[in-house]
């Protein structure tokens, strides 16, 4: 059972447009959201989260939105830039419990 | 800016043989996790350590597999007898309030 889900594997954008990376969750008790990036052979690094109780949580060029009706969360990077390619992990959590990964949407941004 | 930091970066060994994978988690920190990666799949949630006793695991966490902090400030993670499928990425976290801090990860490759 995956509770969370990135569908979307890949996604290539041109620099200075919009990066949207989407997630899906199941489990309705997860009440942290977290956006992960990650570059080869480095550790997952913490980029912005938002609270089950906000629906946007917004930091410079990235913007996350929360829709828990439909128990789905999207980033948005804007302007996206080369340096942003990347794996981008959506992380899902209980009361600082473990943190329940999605697959990972690699974003590669396009000079 | 404090962080975590894991030894060594890439561990190769022979199946059967034991490994132990290091990690010091930033220091007011009271949670810790491990986690792995195989390559080109999602990070995957191994074990939570709380008050010196493990809080959570997951089903990968099988009998070959334990964690300790021995000194207060290193958290270690065994391997008893590896396998070849035990070969990935295992990063170390450590956590304060929802945010979860990644070490780099030791690359593990069983041979």
């Known amino acids: 059972d995956q509770q969370v889900k990135q569908n979307s594997p890949s996604l290539s954008v041109q620099e200075g447009r919009i990066s949207i990376l989407n997630c899906d969750y199941t489990?309705?008790?997860?009440?942290?959201f977290l956006w992960y990036k990650k570059y080869p052979a480095e550790g997952p690094t913490f980029l912005i989260s938002?609270?089950?109780?906000?629906d946007k949580n917004e930091d410079g060029r990235f913007t996350v939105f929360l829709n828990k009706s439909a128990k789905h969360l999207s980033l948005h990077i804007v302007p996206s830039q080369p340096g942003d390619s990347a794996v981008y992990f959506c992380?899902?959590?209980?009361?600082?419990?473990?943190?329940?990964f999605g697959d990972g949407t690699t974003l590669t941004v396009k000079p | 800016e404090p962080e975590v930091t894991q030894t060594p970066s890439h561990q190769v060994t022979q199946m059967g043989q034991e490994v132990i994978l290091r990690c010091v988690p930033i220091?007011?920190?009271?949670?810790f996790y491990w986690y792995r990666q195989i390559l080109g799949q999602k990070v995957e949630f191994l074990v939570s350590?709380?008050?010196?006793?493990?809080?959570?695991k997951s089903e990968i966490f099988d009998d070959q597999f334990s964690v300790e902090r021995p000194d207060g400030s290193n958290f270690t993670l065994k391997i008893r007898s590896t396998k070849l499928e035990d070969s990935a990425m295992y990063f170390c976290a450590s956590i304060t309030g929802y945010e979860q801090f990644f070490g780099p990860g030791t690359r593990l490759t069983v041979l």
């Open positions: 350590f709380y008050n010196n006793e493990i809080s959570e």
């Open positions: 992380a899902a959590t209980t009361n600082a419990g473990k943190s329940t």
């Open positions: 220091s007011n920190h009271l949670y």
């Open positions: 938002i609270s089950s109780i906000k």
């Open positions: 489990n309705s008790m997860f009440d942290y």
